[in-house]
């Protein structure tokens, strides 16, 4: 079955960094890799996702890229601010079972000072 | 407007008990998920019920047992609880294959 690894498990950045996430998986036939943001004591929250069939996707300051060759993918925040501190987790599964499937990475606690 | 609600948000019990956490989706989604996080945060996908019907059942012990009596609500009954059971428990649906929407979470603690 599928594995998703991420790294690193915690990152601190200053207001203002950017931050990069990265997670591997084991199934070349995952397409599907979504992210999520779980604040504290609240309920993980989609924030993007991407697709196998592009490299890279962008909203506002967060994008994703996708190397499928390498089974890689990582969430790049840009301009961080300190409402950005949460927990990350990746996720993968196989497109046509999408969220019935997926595999959470082991998440991220991000910390961002002012 | 709440989507996906579950009840309660907090539940302590002593070992041996039995509880049950009742979730509700207001989503029109066929399929209904429950997840649970342990204290690392690592998320797990315990059930997956589509229209009532049980799809995916990971290995979790058989004290626990979900129920569907309608595609709008999953509950999830646990007997006999352990220290081990002591996590949040995520409540989740999703229209078949597509974006999946969580619960607030249900926060068990067992002593």
């Known amino acids: 079955g599928e594995n998703v690894e991420q790294h690193p498990s915690t990152l601190s950045v200053q207001e203002g960094d950017s931050a990069v996430i990265k997670c591997t998986y084991s199934?070349?036939?995952?397409?599907?890799f979504p992210w999520y943001k779980q604040e504290l004591g609240k309920r993980p929250q989609l924030i993007i996702d991407?697709?196998?069939?592009?490299g890279e996707k962008k909203d506002q300051r967060i994008a994703v890229t996708l190397n499928k060759t390498a089974k890689h993918f990582s969430l790049h925040i840009t301009e961080t601010q300190p409402e950005d501190s949460a927990v990350y987790f990746c996720?993968?599964?196989?497109?046509?079972?999408?969220?019935?499937?997926?595999?959470f990475g082991t998440g991220t606690r991000l910390l961002v000072s002012p | 407007d709440t989507a996906v609600s579950q009840t309660p948000k907090y539940l302590v019990t002593q070992m041996g008990n039995d509880k049950s956490i009742k979730c509700e989706q207001n989503?029109?989604?066929?399929?209904m998920y429950w997840y649970k996080q342990d204290s690392k945060k690592f998320l797990k996908i315990m059930f997956s019920?589509?229209?009532?019907?049980?799809?995916i059942n990971e290995t979790v012990p058989n004290r626990f047992s979900p129920k569907s009596p309608d595609k709008a609500h999953l509950n999830l009954h646990i007997n006999s609880l352990e220290l081990g059971d002591s996590a949040v428990y995520f409540c989740a649906s999703s229209q078949d294959r597509g974006i999946g929407f969580f619960g607030p979470g249900t926060r068990l603690t067992v002593l």
């Open positions: 996720a993968a599964s196989r497109l046509n079972t999408g969220f019935q499937k997926l595999v």
């Open positions: 199934d070349s036939a995952s397409n599907y």
């Open positions: 991407i697709r196998s069939n592009v």
């Open positions: 019920y589509n229209n009532k019907e049980l799809i």
């Open positions: 989503l029109g989604h066929d399929t």
